[in-house]
């Protein structure tokens, strides 16, 4: 049976905030970082194969309900989700709703997850929406999937425009805590990135830091704490390193043998730049909410620069960098900041075909496997395998929060030759 035949008996609703938007709120001006990002609409997915007892034996109605009434009352924190984009300007806030999808999928969850062929995934989110540039609907869209085994999937796709993976994590942990407790007091979303980062008028020469689509293959990598706690420990003992963090040697890893992986199979090492996005709150607030990042990244153009502990040594100096302008920064020095990073970045890299671009962006701290909707912890929790960003790689925890899991999205030959590469393999179980 074909994937799609799988799926059957879709229902859509619209889910609107359970308290009405003030009118003093009805207009959220899109931040100087929202109007740079595309409309990419980011896809996640919660995995839950056995439901707790309390659950176990209720219909499907009323799992749906539960989750349809948590919503409401989550989006009267995040109203932005729940209204309408005008141009790349800002949101109308006139409580449209979001569109929430109820499916039948006819198999058992196992044959989804254990499937080699990993695009059956994403049949747990609406249809042509994880990574689709633009929509006519929702600025956020909800899907759950009822198994035939008893199992269910949540899945959220939220626009780039409104949000980065830090609010959308933000957003899913609260919904979870109101569907546990009704009664749940959350800590207010603010939306006010725009009074930190105003908005630009002059939208044709801003630069476009999300490429258009291509056409790109998926494998996901497994790095048990066993195999992380070597990596670090070649990095310590042949340079002046000391307690690499996890992210740093994953994402240097992955990068160096991508590069070794495709200096095989071209003949000579490509210019690459690796770009690693970086949260910025702190210093910001955590509840602030929108597009809240930077970015650092660092250039390799020799053989002799892609040796590991070189890797990492550059990989933290940048950081370290950017860290520190921020630090430093006044208020009203923040904007410069941010403007001066994108435009160089642009100019020297992103609008520069001479070079391989590498888009690391790191979520392993989101905790997405605590989110608990009152029917236990996920099994799993994954991305959509359809990322049109070649060379897009994310690096998230994995269930027992002791290893991580690396989602890839490259061009078929670079995958082809990444995934047999000896010294990848040796520390990395392919696990998709």
């Given at each position: 049976?074909?994937?799609?035949?799988?799926?059957?008996?879709?229902?859509?609703k619209i889910i609107k905030p359970y308290f009405p938007t003030p009118t003093s709120l009805r207009c959220?001006?899109?931040?100087?970082?929202?109007?740079?990002?595309?409309?990419?609409?980011?896809p996640f997915a919660f995995f839950y194969p056995k439901l707790s007892n309390t659950w176990s034996d209720k219909p499907s109605n009323i799992i749906s309900e539960h989750l349809e009434n948590s919503l409401s009352k989550v989006?009267?924190?995040?109203?932005?989700?729940?209204g309408k984009l005008n141009e790349n300007v800002s949101v109308d806030c006139n409580d449209g709703g979001v569109e929430f999808f109820t499916?039948?999928?006819?198999?058992?969850?196992?044959?989804i997850l254990n499937d080699p062929f990993v695009d059956k995934e994403d049949l747990v989110y609406p249809k042509g929406i994880p990574y689709a540039y633009s929509y006519e609907g929702s600025l956020a869209m909800i899907q759950l999937s009822h198994f035939n085994c008893g199992g269910i999937a949540i899945s959220a796709c939220l626009t780039h425009k409104v949000g980065d993976g830090y609010t959308m994590a933000n957003f899913i942990h609260d919904w979870a805590t109101i569907a546990r407790n009704p009664s749940s007091k959350i800590q207010s979303p603010q939306f006010n990135a725009a009074t930190i980062f105003p908005p630009t008028k002059d939208m044709i020469n801003l630069p476009e830091v999300v490429p258009k689509g291509e056409e790109c293959c998926f494998k996901s990598f497994a790095f048990s704490s066993s195999k992380l706690a070597a990596l670090k420990a070649r990095v310590i003992n042949n340079s002046n390193i000391q307690n690499p963090t996890t992210s740093e040697i994953v994402s240097a890893f992955i990068y160096q043998r991508a590069m070794a992986t495709k200096k095989k199979t071209s003949g000579s090492i490509c210019p690459?730049?690796?770009v690693q996005a970086m949260n910025l709150r702190p210093p910001l607030p955590k509840n602030l909410m929108g597009n809240i990042f930077s970015f650092f990244s660092m250039l390799t153009t020799e053989e002799k620069e892609m040796d590991l502990p070189k890797v990492v040594g550059k990989l933290r100096a940048a950081k370290e960098e950017l860290r520190q302008k921020y630090k430093n920064a006044k208020a009203d020095e923040v904007l410069p900041i941010t403007i001066e990073l994108y435009e160089e970045a642009y100019d020297n890299f992103f609008n520069n075909s001479c070079y391989d671009i590498y888009r690391f962006s790191s979520i392993n701290k989101f905790s997405f496997y605590n989110v608990d909707f009152g029917w236990g912890k996920p099994e799993k929790v994954s991305m959509s395998s359809n990322c049109p960003v070649k060379n897009m790689i994310v690096v998230m925890d994995n269930k027992s929060r002791d290893g991580v899991e690396v989602l890839s999205y490259m061009k078929e030959q670079d995958m082809s030759a990444l995934e047999k590469d000896e010294e990848l393999l040796e520390f990395a179980s392919p696990s998709s």
């Open positions: 049976m074909s994937a799609s035949n799988l799926v059957s008996s879709v229902c859509k959220h001006k899109l931040s100087y970082l929202d109007q740079m990002l595309g409309g990419i609409y980011v989006l009267s924190h995040y109203y932005p989700f729940a499916t039948k999928i006819n198999c058992p969850m196992a044959k690459s730049v690796l």
